[in-house]
């Protein structure tokens, strides 16, 4: 269970694996979308304007996910899953992984 959505305090929970990432400018660029952009209030089943989903998708693809084809180990682009972008909140961004759907979360504001 994980808290979310800045002061809207939304609960949320996940089942699969933990793959942390390391993303420093990405997250404090979510950190200032969310945070200070959307002033922490929260953007469940928010409408996304192109510019701001343009925004996040640019963090996201930022961000490198290593996935292993039982051989070779290499680095994937994040991509934001279109599909769920209406639970896109803060920290809880629905993306997909060359292991396919998941959700990146991180430690919420409030």
Not at 40 to 63: F, K, M, S, V
């Amino acid at each position: 269970m994980t808290e979310y959505g800045g002061t809207a305090c939304r609960q949320g929970q996940v089942e699969g694996f933990l793959v942390p990432l390391f993303g420093p400018d990405e997250l404090d660029a979510l950190r200032e979308l969310f945070e200070e952009h959307f002033r922490g209030a929260g953007t469940w089943n928010y409408g996304w304007p192109d510019a701001e989903r343009d925004r996040l998708q640019g963090i996201i693809g930022a961000l490198r996910y290593w996935a292993c084809d039982g051989t070779v180990e290499e680095p994937h682009a994040l991509r934001l899953d279109e599909s769920r972008i209406r639970e896109a909140d803060e920290a809880w961004v629905p993306v997909i992984t060359p292991d396919g759907p998941a959700t990146l979360v991180w430690f919420n504001s409030d």
